[in-house]
């Protein structure tokens, strides 16, 4: 499925094979997630990707041939962060996910919502036996984000999700597993999106319009609305943090100094590095991370995402593709 331009639906198209690149693997797509990035890349939000593209960074695949390190056959996960120089000074400090240079899957690369897909070796993860093409597919992205964002909310016992999609509710299931109670927010009458955080044993769950009925340590914010930053801030304690983990946000409203006075902190979460994803991983089938999926065809791609858009997806959306 091709997107032309920004703001047109994708197209179903066949594509010429690629030639393999050292390092890189040919895959064959199993299942592909849906990101929200997926949806402001395809409505003109984020800026000059690669076109026409092939959207899609939650790719679960099987190795076809090529690179060094799969054998032909291995299942595999591609997330978002394609490929990196390996030289600059983020790369060099632990820190590829800020590579001047990095591309990014289905962004600067195709990605997988297609058949078969070609990926950098060295960006492949081992996807666990116990997972499901479909099951896996959205912890690489939403789950890495939320894992990534988690780790950066540090110490934190009470914990403010805002949004409650994909990365809500599977980084809901980490911190409950550490033991961190969680209050749920969503748009406003989500009244689905609530009941799902109250299942997986969130303490609170309301409209992102109310109050906690206790003060956060710390709260993230996955919805791409600016609005939630002053929101936010103004649920957290002193001392306390607000982490925007979305890609693209709406221009954040002017608010008072005193909602960052107290020492809060106010900071966002970019990409991910290939540490991230190992460590999610692992941690995954021991929590174990359970994502509610909808499932849609390879050739409903635009559905799916017009039903993101909209709201209507409660978990996550992934195209099942083998
Ligand atoms: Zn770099
Ligand atoms: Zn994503």
Redesign the pocket.
Known sequence: MVLDAPRSPLREAELPRLELGPGQVRLRVLACGV???DLHIRDGELHEPKLPLVLG??IVATVIEGGRTFEPGRRVGVP?LGWTCGVCRYCRSGNENLCDRARFTGYDLDGGYAEEAVADERFCFPIPDSYSDAQAAPLL??GL?GYRSLQRAGVAERLGLYGFGAAGHIVAQIALSEGRRVFAFTRPGDEDSQALARRLGAAWAGDSTSAPPEELDVAIIFAPVGELVPVALRAVRKGGSVVCAGIHMSDVPQFPYDLLWGERTLCSVANLTRRDGTELLALASRVPIHAEVEVFALRDAEYALDRLRSGEIHGAAVLSIS
Do not use: G, N, S
Request: glycine share 0%.
């Open positions: 990101c929200r990035t960074h939650e978002w992205c939403a984000i």
